[in-house]
């Protein structure tokens, strides 16, 4: 049994609800039809075009066609195209490590060199367009979902920073009393079946539960200064202990690079040096591997918890601008953004709360006001699943990438980044790598969610896994089958 403190049953098997990979983009945009008139072409510009158009196709596709094969087979190494698992050499069973780069938006790995990093891609699988993050694209929701595979109502952790309405106790990310997290970690499942698991920093790992006391050596107690070189280490020495002794799973977090992302952007050269270092530390790990003999053996997932976007001082929405419609005092909104969260008091109607703003917002007389729409949680599009807990605010704010909500007008001038937008805005994703025994060697997945990741580790390590919000036959789009 777990030991979830309350078991958020049953557990809703939603219908998927996934916006399709090319079209995930939420328009929110509201321009008129365009009234361009269509114009008239001869048909000779039209055969000329045509010419073009099929002459460039074809130089395309042959240039795709050389930095593919130059890619990916090297001279004397035929390619060797695995259509089953690989039967281990070293390791006497199957080993995850789950790597995390916080705020690693899709698209990172191509602004610098990431030889390591485009290792791992080119012999192993990848989401060819990124992993989807959970709403709201935040570190710890989605840390703890890819942890548990629920979506954040169910897991409990529906903000980095929330209020308990029924106690008044506050959530921060140091909270680590048992009553926040619910579900079931990794960690604890992997216990739970008699085996071996080790964190180096994980929101929700060093929280207590039934099958996982947080154990010294095992369990890192977040310290944010701690090296990364530390961390690799420290892992790589996990596989000096007798094999047997070796946990079956592991986790690596580091902080970069969302912490640049939010002081800089995600355009700026500072990103680009952390994109580096992250690589960089993906090689040493790779390396220490290597020299251990296992680096084939273990199954590396690499992933990152959300994207970044871009924000700036003139994309700024502030409450206080709604007064001709309505006043939100600032004691009730709990979260100001990217996800704007107001409980007012029980005696004011929240529908009634939610239509005053939204007329405001669409009024045109409130700036940017059109980059911000109001909801009661129940009336959220299904695909966010926010709504089933009590710990979610009963109006939520969803606004338009890149735009911020403050209370009032400041001088505070600034640029940087920000993410825990809609999970639909492409800006949002992040990379999801698997490499190793299970994961075929250059392959493409399309994107998929980050509660599917559960599923896949219990599955690579062969235990049964907790109830959760992925889908069981996930696994087998993903993985190897087993020789
Ligand atoms: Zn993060």
Request: charged letters at 20%; glycine letters at 6%; aromatic letters at 10%.
């Amino acid at each position: 049994m777990a030991s979830n403190q309350n078991p958020p049953t049953p557990i809703p098997q939603e219908e998927q609800d996934l916006p399709n990979s090319k079209t995930a983009l939420l328009s929110f945009n509201t321009d008129p039809p365009s009234t361009h008139k269509p114009t008239f072409k001869t048909n000779k510009t039209i055969f000329f075009s045509l010419l073009f158009t099929t002459f460039t196709a074809v130089i395309a596709a042959i240039s795709f066609a050389v930095l593919f094969f130059s890619s990916t087979v090297k001279p004397g190494h035929e390619p060797i195209i695995r259509t089953t698992a690989r039967t281990l050499t070293k390791l006497p069973h199957p080993i995850v490590l789950l790597i995390s780069s916080d705020g690693f938006r899709f698209g990172y790995q191509f602004k610098a060199p990431t030889p390591n990093i485009h290792r791992l891609i080119n012999n192993g699988t990848e989401a060819e367009l990124g992993l989807i993050s959970v709403f709201p694209t935040l570190t710890f929701p989605n840390h703890y979902s890819i942890a548990t595979g629920l979506y954040p109502p169910y897991h409990g952790i529906i903000n980095n920073r929330f209020v308990d309405p029924i106690t008044g106790d506050k959530f921060t990310m140091s909270s680590h009393e048992p009553k926040w997290w619910l579900g079931e970690p990794l960690w604890e499942t992997v216990t739970k079946h008699g085996k071996k698991a080790a964190t180096y920093f994980w929101p929700g790992s060093e929280v207590k539960r039934k099958f996982w006391d947080c154990p010294v050596d095992y369990c890192m107690l977040y310290n944010g200064s701690v090296p990364f070189e530390d961390r690799v280490n420290t892992v790589l020495n996990y596989f000096d202990l007798p094999s047997d002794e070796i946990p079956v799973f592991m986790t690596l977090y580091f902080e970069d690079p969302d912490h640049q992302g939010h002081q800089v952007g995600p355009d700026d050269p500072e990103i680009t040096k952390a994109v580096v270092r992250i690589d960089e530390m993906i090689g040493k790990l790779i390396k220490g591997l290597e020299e251990r003999g296992v680096f084939e053996d273990v199954n590396i997932i690499m992933v990152g918890d959300h994207g970044m976007v871009g924000t700036c001082d003139k994309k700024l929405i502030y409450l206080d601008d709604l007064a001709p419609w309505v006043e939100i005092p600032s004691d009730w909104v709990q979260n100001y953004t990217p996800l704007l969260a107001i409980r007012p008091p029980p005696e004011i109607s929240a529908a009634d709360i939610v239509a005053k703003m939204n007329e405001g917002l669409q009024s045109g007389k409130v700036e940017n006001g059109n980059n911000l729409k109001m909801y009661l949680k129940e009336d959220l599009p299904s695909r966010l699943h926010y709504v089933d807990s009590y710990r979610i605010p009963p109006i939520i704010g969803l606004l338009e990438e890149s735009f911020k909500v403050e209370q009032k007008k400041s001088n505070k001038m600034e640029c940087g980044g920000a993410h825990g937008y809609d999970n639909a805005f492409f800006s949002m994703r992040t990379i999801f790598i698997g490499h190793g025994p299970q994961f075929a060697e250059g392959r493409k997945v399309p994107s998929f969610e980050n509660v599917q990741i559960y599923n896949l580790i219990t599955s690579i390590l062969n235990i049964e896994g907790a109830p959760n919000n992925g889908t069981d036959s996930f696994s087998n789009s993903v993985l190897l089958p087993d020789a």
